[in-house]
């Protein structure tokens, strides 16, 4: 089964709309989590780091839970901007020095 | 401000030529990665090196080959190209605790 697993969506949102999305990772061990985003025929640019503590920046707000093993990212007063994919990215390797990225969620947000 | 060059955007190959792709980074990073990705398929690790002129597979090295002789220069080599190595190939680096930054991308289309 997929280490990182993301739901693909599209999320479909209207301008102002608060989303979010959730990624489970299936290694207990891990210690580094990110989401990522991407727009359309562009590389990934790091969006946020997680904390464990949880943390916000501006209108993103990103969510780690341990026991249940997911991360979660929240979105308010969506953008027309805010259109892109966002990449859950989770250190999965045993040895703790490699990054293992999700499938990915769309968000498409209309006017 | 952190710098991951690739050295073209777009590239048009012939079956069976030799394909080089060039990576730079200027900060100093041991870490460095090739991804291609692929609609619904999402990022697939090729090779990564953790240092000069070493070099690790991932999870599709059949068809490439890597080299890293500097430890700011990583190149993708694919020995013979195919048709079924069009895609999007995304170089990386960084470290799994900051997360990686990437290349734009070069769009390869074997014809």
Not at chain 1, 2 to 29: I, L, W
Not at chain 2, 50 to 60: A, H, L, Q, S
Request: with cysteine; aromatic share 12%; glycine share 8%.
């Amino acid at each position: 089964r997929k280490e990182v697993e993301q739901d693909p969506g599209p999320f479909n949102v209207p301008e102002g709309a608060t989303v979010a999305f959730n990624c489970t990772y299936s290694n207990s061990a891990s210690q580094s989590f990110f989401w990522y985003r991407q727009d359309c025929r562009k590389e990934p640019k790091l969006l946020m780091s997680v904390y464990s503590s949880g943390n916000e920046d501006g209108r993103f707000t990103a969510q780690l839970n341990r026991a249940s093993q997911y991360i979660s990212l929240l979105i308010r007063d969506s953008k027309l901007s805010d259109s892109a994919t966002y990449l859950c990215v989770v250190n999965e390797d045993n040895a703790g020095n490699m990054l293992t990225f999700g499938g990915g969620t769309r968000l498409m947000v209309k006017p | 401000d952190v710098k991951v060059t690739q050295s073209s955007r777009y590239l048009v190959k012939r079956t069976g030529e030799k394909v080089f792709l060039e990576c730079v980074q200027d900060m100093d990073h041991e870490n460095m990665f090739w991804y291609r990705q692929d609609p619904g398929l999402g990022l697939r690790l090729i090779y990564f090196s953790y240092d000069v002129k070493m070099k690790e597979k991932g999870d599709i090295p059949e068809g490439y080959s890597v080299s890293r002789e500097k430890k700011e220069r990583f190149s993708l080599i694919l020995e013979s190209a195919s048709t079924n190595q069009t895609s999007m190939y995304l170089c990386a680096s960084g470290r799994e605790i900051n997360g990686y930054t990437f290349g734009s991308g070069t769009r390869l289309t074997v014809v």
